[in-house]
């Protein structure tokens, strides 16, 4: 049984539809795959009623962007509520405070001698709801200023690049802390990829661990090496979490990222399951979250 548990839709900046995706899916040999779209679950209900007709599990996620240090660091979510009213309004203030920075990276590309319009950049946005820094990099290559997103984060884009713009940001253990309150498992996503084993090192996650009860690591990515892997692999252990594997597919988007390529082994994923199930009884029963039930 292969399980894939972090890709990405046309709703953010992946280049399948939802129900493409699920197809693909299938055809790649998985039996289970969960959507993890940035910072919206608008995908969700057309993935899960694609799943239901091929015959694919379809776990509902989320990708949260979230920050350390003004860095930016990513959190999956799995089987969090989209109806949250903190939740759903942080992912409002973080989508907002990326279409809002658009006009000041344009101007910064434009002084880098390396100019794309507003429009160019939204001739990508597609049915996104918010432009990210993926579509600016798309802009970037069809310009003919590099040759593919990549370049386009290295040179200009990724944090701390010369057209970099920080924007509003949940803190990561606050994140962590939204997804539990929103009843859904909360694991870090690729925190050893590109440099970030300084802004999150063992230290830092065993404390998320401790003292906001993250639930695992992604451990099997693309933008881990086999040493990454196998240090993060032995964290997950001393701490109990789950070690997660997954593809990171953004379609055509990002290449070397195919479906299946990292899996979560079928023993950890009934981990998962089984508390994914446990947070939502807890969070039914919780008046705190203000909801009326029914
Ligand atoms: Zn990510
Ligand atoms: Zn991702």
Redesign the pocket.
């Known amino acids: 049984m292969r399980i894939d548990l972090h890709t990405h839709s046309v709703i953010s900046d992946g280049t399948d539809t939802p129900a493409e995706l699920v197809a693909n899916a299938a055809a790649a040999g998985l039996a289970v795959v969960a959507l993890t779209d940035h910072d919206t679950f608008d995908g969700l209900p057309e993935a899960t009623a694609a799943g239901e007709r091929i015959g694919i599990e379809v776990v509902p996620g989320l990708?949260l962007s979230c920050s350390r240090e003004h860095q930016s660091v990513?959190l999956l979510a799995y089987g969090a509520d989209p109806e949250d009213p903190a939740l759903a309004e942080e992912m409002v203030l973080v989508r907002n405070g990326r279409t809002g920075r658009l006009r000041p990276v344009l101007d910064k590309l434009a002084e880098l001698g390396v100019p794309v319009s507003e429009d160019e950049v939204l001739a990508f946005v597609g049915s996104s709801p918010s432009v990210g820094r993926p579509h600016i990099a798309d802009a970037l290559v069809a310009a003919g200023h590099v040759l593919d997103r990549r370049e386009a984060f290295d040179r200009f884009l990724a944090d701390g690049g010369p057209a970099h713009v920080a924007r509003y940001a949940i803190d990561i253990g606050r994140g962590v802390d939204l997804v539990h309150g929103a009843g859904g498992v909360a694991v870090i996503?690729?925190p050893w990829g590109r440099g970030r084993e300084q802004l999150l090192p063992s230290s830092i996650l065993t404390e998320l661990v401790a003292e906001h009860g993250l639930d695992g690591i992604e451990v099997d990515h693309q933008d881990h090496d086999a040493a990454a892997r196998a240090g993060l692999r032995q964290l997950a252990d001393r701490l109990g979490v789950l070690a997660t594997g997954s593809s990171?597919y953004h379609g055509t988007g990002k290449v070397d990222h195919d479906l299946g390529v990292n899996t979560t082994d079928p023993e950890t994923y009934a981990r998962l399951r089984s508390l994914m199930d446990q947070r939502a009884l807890t969070e039914q029963r919780a008046p705190a979250t203000g909801r009326t039930g029914g």
């Open positions: 990708e990513h996503a690729h990171d």
